[in-house]
């Protein structure tokens, strides 16, 4: 698993509520997904463990 970063801030972001598929429309559930595929395609996480460890740092 891994945490997403914004690509114009570099930042770490967590979504407040993720959506599940059953409520969502298939055109929007699609876009998440291919949202999701193409920053996964671009390396553009970071391995949840390594987020944690720096998140833990900062207490």
Known sequence: MAIMKTASENVRTEA???PIQE???NDAFHAMMTTGYSQALKDDSQPMDEVFKELEEGL
């Open 23 to 25: 409520e969502m429309s």
């Open 16 to 18: 407040k509520s993720i």
